[in-house]
């Protein structure tokens, strides 16, 4: 992308994205490798809208739950909202326990990973802490008890998820809200921008910090351990598939 070269297992989707993205209008170069055949492109960028959440019951049961799915595909400033009104949904038609799948989710916006991880969370309990170059950390923290702290939730991840994802998932697994199934995480511990080039020719993706989980481990590059490991190959519209007899929806630990 524009001469930068992004190769699997070293690089997410979410590096691309931030390569890709940049003034509407403005110009970018993309070289693809398909079936041993390189593709040139120049493409003008353009205002796309994506549907990120999508949610679904379980066609079966899963250890006598009745489970609501959420899939996040990538998270943005509106995805707390959106996954707020999918768990109401969820409930209305049922919903005992809640499955979230972040498979192939490359992160997106900090504060979507964290406005959603505050859904499930109580009050006054850590998400994320951001480290600058100064070595200044901000705090971020939960402000009021989130709409849905009851019911048992599993979080589905595999290697590909990353950033923003990663922040969701280690945010409900060291609060004990929920147990995370499936495969280690890529390992994305850095907060990026984009800074603009001049002449509308795109722009370059800068890190300036990095973040730490609520228990301050630095996942940058080693991933988050799941708590159990399960195949991560199910059908993306029956994700409940994935956990067969091996993961339990536990009730949430509560502090005393």
Do not use: W
Request: aromatic share 4%; with cysteine; charged share 20%.
């Amino acid at each position: 992308v524009d001469g930068t070269k992004f190769t699997k297992g070293t690089s997410t989707p979410d590096d691309v994205a931030l390569k890709l993205r940049g003034p509407e209008g403005s110009r970018v170069g993309v070289v693809m490798e398909r079936n041993g055949q390189t593709m040139d492109y120049i493409l003008t960028r353009e205002s796309i809208k994506i549907s990120s959440v999508l949610s679904y019951m379980s066609p079966t049961n899963v250890n006598g739950q009745k489970v609501g799915v959420i899939r996040i595909k990538s998270f943005s400033g509106t995805t707390a909202d959106t996954v707020a009104e999918k768990l109401t949904d969820l409930k209305k038609q049922g919903a005992t326990a809640f499955l979230i799948d972040l498979r192939g989710n490359p992160g997106g916006l900090l504060p979507g990973g964290v406005g959603t991880a505050s859904l499930f969370l109580e009050e006054n309990m850590p998400v994320v802490f951001v480290v600058n170059k100064s070595g200044v950390v901000d705090s971020q923290s939960t402000l009021v008890k989130g709409m849905e702290t009851n019911a048992p939730i599993v979080v589905l991840v595999n290697s590909n998820t990353a950033s923003a994802a990663e922040v969701f998932t280690a945010a409900v697994k060291e609060n004990h809200r929920a147990t995370i199934a499936g495969e280690q995480t890529f390992g994305k511990g850095v907060v990026q921008t984009i800074r603009p080039l001049s002449d509308n020719n795109g722009g370059v993706a800068i890190t300036v910090a990095r973040y730490e989980t609520p228990q301050h481990n630095d996942i940058n590059k080693q991933g988050i351990p799941v708590d159990v490991k399960v195949p991560i190959d199910c059908p993306k519209d029956n994700a409940a598939m994935c956990l067969g007899n091996d993961v339990v929806f536990k009730s949430p630990q509560k502090s005393s």
